[in-house]
């Protein structure tokens, strides 16, 4: 409005002017014209300082969306920050937690003083079960936090985490009590990988009738090479195919004591396998070497190398020894010693021990590269056979050295020399 009146005023003014140079007469036709020049100018004037005031509004606009999208964007990478602080200290937490469950698990493995306390095996349990609930908690969280977070994942996981943690307070009172069994009897350990064997590779001589009767080297051939290859190529076929194939832990372990009778049967001693061929009842005695007037009683441990021996596998060793020597009434005249063998090192306690119970100990590792095929000479008929390692009478079979008995390398040395295989098998191949 103030801009219309200047305008008025300002045509007022020059219609005067020129009303003046006119001599001072007009029809008012002037008047009315700067009027409407006033208006005009008025109306372009407003036109173009609405349209600046537009402008800026909508500049103020733009730059209050743009700071309130930049304090959003500063906010959310501040979140993001502090859950990646947040994920990164749980990861930390969570990776020291389960730190000190393996430490505490090999310690409590070492520990003989928890053996025979009930109240010391409960109270570890419970205690283990508490570390694994705090994990699950520390899992939930990760779940919650993460990038894409999974917060149906977190409450599933909160829900079983108090069954969870009376399952594992159950299970590792059981493990505790079964390292208790095992500390005071150390054979369990043998045999708790015993009974869970389910190969049928070291089958002992009282086995099923059937099963004797069929040949074991359909076990490591196709049915089209079993039929169709020589025989010596299919046995030595067979041989290469079990040597090749993964072995079970009580195979490696069969593996070595056969080798440390070698070993042993090499250096003129007679070899009894108690272990592979009395199974339970060998009572820790592996192997029994006689050599004149000596008996060694061996202990053969193919053990993993983070594995540890310790002393009570001597103790049990110097008592089976001194037992055999009881129970088989043998005099005093006839040296009879203790012998450890093992892949790996004995702990300093059983080294102590071992020299104090003058049991020797020997490192030495298993070489499978070594010739295994027994060549056996029958004292009565001399007729000469060889035995392949998943023979039925493999381990019952003892190679006197200067007889003609020999280790062969394969099945060629062997029938270079005169040799066939065992025996002649019959029927359909077992299943394993």
């Known amino acids: 409005m103030k801009r219309l009146i200047i305008f008025i005023i300002i045509g007022l003014l020059f219609n005067s002017i020129a009303y003046a140079r006119r001599?001072?007469?007009?029809?008012?036709?002037?008047f009315l014209t700067i009027i409407i020049i006033g208006v005009i100018i008025f109306v372009i004037v407003w036109f173009y300082s609405d349209r600046s005031n537009k402008a800026k509004i909508e500049a103020e606009h733009i730059r209050k969306k743009y700071d309130d999208q930049r304090a959003i964007e500063v906010e959310k990478n501040r979140f993001l920050h502090n859950q990646e602080l947040e994920k990164n200290r749980l990861l930390n937490e969570k990776a020291a937690l389960e730190h000190f469950i393996t430490q505490a698990d090999k310690r409590l493995e070492l520990d003989t003083d928890l053996g025979g306390n009930k109240k010391s095996r409960k109270w570890f349990a419970e205690m283990r079960a508490e570390f694994e609930s705090a994990l699950d908690e520390y899992k939930a969280r990760l779940l919650e936090i993460k990038k894409h977070a999974s917060k149906k994942g977190a409450e599933t996981l909160r829900e079983v985490k108090a069954e969870?943690?009376?399952l594992v307070k159950k299970f590792k009172y059981a493990e505790y009590q079964l390292k208790t069994?095992?500390?005071y009897f150390p054979i369990i350990e043998d045999i708790k990988d015993y009974l869970l064997e389910e190969d049928f590779t070291f089958i002992s001589g009282d086995a099923d009738e059937n099963i004797s009767q069929i040949d074991p080297v359909q076990r490591y051939l196709?049915?089209?090479?079993?039929?169709k290859l020589p025989t010596d190529i299919k046995n030595q076929t067979a041989l290469n195919n079990y040597l090749n194939k993964k072995h079970s832990k009580i195979e490696i372990g069969r593996f070595y004591e056969r080798y440390l009778g070698y070993l042993y049967e090499s250096d003129g001693w007679d070899v009894k396998y108690v272990g592979i061929i009395e199974g339970f009842e060998d009572l820790g005695r592996d192997l029994v070497c006689t050599k004149k007037n000596k008996i060694e009683i061996i202990q053969a441990k193919k053990w993993s190398k983070f594995r540890t021996i310790r002393e009570k596998h001597l103790y049990q060793l110097y008592a089976t020894t001194i037992h055999y020597r009881i129970q088989n009434e043998i005099k005093k005249s006839v040296e009879i010693k203790p012998v450890f063998?093992?892949?790996?090192?004995?702990?300093?306690?059983?080294?102590?021990?071992a020299k104090e119970l003058n049991v020797e100990v020997k490192k030495i590792e298993l070489d499978k590269n070594y010739p295994m095929i027994k060549c056996n000479i029958n004292p009565t008929t001399k007729e000469k056979i060889y035995h392949l390692p998943f023979d039925q009478q493999y381990d019952k079979t003892i190679i006197i050295k200067n007889s003609g008995e020999f280790y062969a390398k394969d099945v060629k040395e062997a029938v270079s020399k005169g040799f066939r295989r065992a025996f002649r098998y019959m029927g359909q191949p077992a299943s394993i």
């Open 341 to 353: 063998c093992s892949t790996i090192d004995l702990s300093d306690m059983a080294k102590k021990v």
């Open 164 to 166: 969870k943690r009376e």
């Open 222 to 227: 196709t049915p089209e090479e079993y039929k």
């Open 181 to 183: 069994y095992e500390e």
């Open 23 to 30: 001599g001072g007469s007009s029809d008012g036709s002037g």
